[in-house]
């Protein structure tokens, strides 16, 4: 069972890291990698020194911290709030209408946002509804973040509250009947018995969502954006997803996946260190 997973990583992920070289190329398909033009740190520095280097950098980094501030805490507080519920038939269907959105295609999920943010689409009738003014949302770029991450976290709460969920089942509940026995009221077992109880856990996923502070996918970022948002809206891979596919610039596409990698595996470190530190957990 263990040899497929291992093969899929050996030829999608170790194999294709000899590829690295392209980011020194000048790489052109046709001549291949021992045929095209060696440029050393060329693409690095047309990269940033570029007019939206910073642009794509910046727009990345605060996408991600409002889904560290935001996205990340809403599965947990989703988890202790599904653990405080004691009419099982209740829990379970909270639990399939907040799973449901995971499995939806991202291209329905972006058409479904597209056709509300219209000028007479469903969040600007709320909107009128509470004496604001419609307007068409996603040409709005102080709009964009708030959006992107409000979607996330609908789509993906429920998902990413299961694993806080199984962590919580494995929970003595003789905790819970001692703190009973003390005084401890509902709110006092959440804060002293259920909440410690996912500090590993926590600590282990933030620790691993920080080590993509530079990774944010293409495809929603596409399916959403347009030129009046670009300047809150264009991120490090719809960049490279321009530069490096569309106009077929693949040295520096190559170049900018090494530059976010190596930040990433930075961060992810440093987030390591200080976590050992501070909470004594981390991922070694």
Known sequence: ?????????????????????????????????????????????????????????????????????????????LALLLNEI?????????????????????VVICGMITDFSTQDGLFNQIIVMFGGKA?????????????????????????????YLATLSGVDT????????????????AVHITLPALIPTITTLLIMRMGRIMSLGFGKVILLYNPLTYETA????????????????????AAVGLFNSIINIATLVIANKLSKKITDESLW
């Open 1 to 77: 069972m263990f040899f497929p997973v291992l093969l899929f990583y050996i030829i999608f992920h170790y194999i294709p890291m000899g590829g690295i070289v392209v980011a020194f190329m000048d790489y052109k398909p046709f001549k291949g990698i021992l045929g095209s033009d060696w440029i050393g740190l060329g693409n690095f520095i047309d990269f940033l020194s570029g007019p939206y280097a910073w642009r794509t950098i910046r727009n990345t980094l605060l996408i991600n911290t409002y889904q560290i501030l935001f996205a990340f805490p809403a599965p947990i507080i």
């Open 86 to 106: 004691r009419a099982v038939r209740y829990k379970k269907v909270v639990q399939t209408i907040t799973y449901m959105p995971h499995f939806i295609s991202l």
């Open 135 to 163: 307007s068409s949302l996603l040409t709005r770029s102080e709009l964009f973040r708030p959006i992107f991450v409000a979607s996330d976290i609908w789509q993906e709460v429920g998902w990413g509250s299961i694993i």
């Open 174 to 189: 003789s905790l819970y009947e001692a703190a009973v026995i003390d005084g401890a009221g509902r709110l006092k077992q």
């Open 234 to 253: 264009d991120v490090v891979s719809s960049f490279v997803y321009r530069r490096g596919l569309v106009e077929q610039n693949y040295g520096l596409g």
